[in-house]
């Protein structure tokens, strides 16, 4: 896990027994442009506009769900969709450390759903294919979780 602010990083382990498969859909996307930008607009502009009510924020890491939902009719839906998708993402993080360093599997496998969703569903950066990909992993026995990964092809990336 790293901490971009700090740029402290945490190492974590997944147990022997578990094996990472990590799947391309061969799908190309491409974030770097202006989906990306749009995404990261999106965010920059909430953290800009809540600075009015709540000046010591710099990042959206620094703010609460709660924090969202409170100010939520100050903000577009989309830019609100995005700002939770990173705010959850962030606490999934923690909450996945957390799994990793009590062996939880069962827990990590949930998170890395939960991510994959969100993802789909607030931030929308995801494809059909992929979205198929992640169905069909659910179904698999012994598949705790996926989760799609970045660069410049869609993936899945399974436990």
């Known amino acids: 896990m790293l901490d971009c602010r700090s740029l402290e990083a945490t190492y974590l382990q997944l147990p022997p027994t578990v094996r990472l498969v990590i799947c391309n859909t061969m799908v190309r996307h491409e ?3 202006g989906e990306y930008n749009e995404r990261r607009a ?3 502009r909430v953290v800009e506009n809540l600075r009015d009510f709540l ?3 710099r990042a ?3 703010l609460t769900l709660e924090d969202l939902e409170h100010y939520r009719s100050r903000i577009s839906e989309l830019d609100f969709r995005r700002c939770r998708h990173v705010i959850t993402e962030n606490d999934r993080v923690k909450d996945a450390t957390a799994a990793l360093q009590s062996a ?3 827990r990590l496998g949930e998170l890395m759903y939960l991510s994959h969703d969100s993802l789909d569903q607030d931030y929308e950066v995801t494809c059909k294919e992929l979205n198929l990909m992640v169905n069909l992993a ?3 026995e012994g598949v705790y979780g996926t989760r799609m990964t970045g660069g410049g092809f869609g993936g899945a990336r399974s436990i």
Do not use: F, N, T, Y
């Open 60 to 62: 959206l890491r620094d």
């Open 42 to 44: 999106s965010c920059e």
């Open 104 to 106: 939880d599997l069962v």
């Open 138 to 140: 659910r179904e698999i």
């Open 31 to 33: 974030l770097a442009g």
């Open 55 to 57: 000046p010591d924020i």
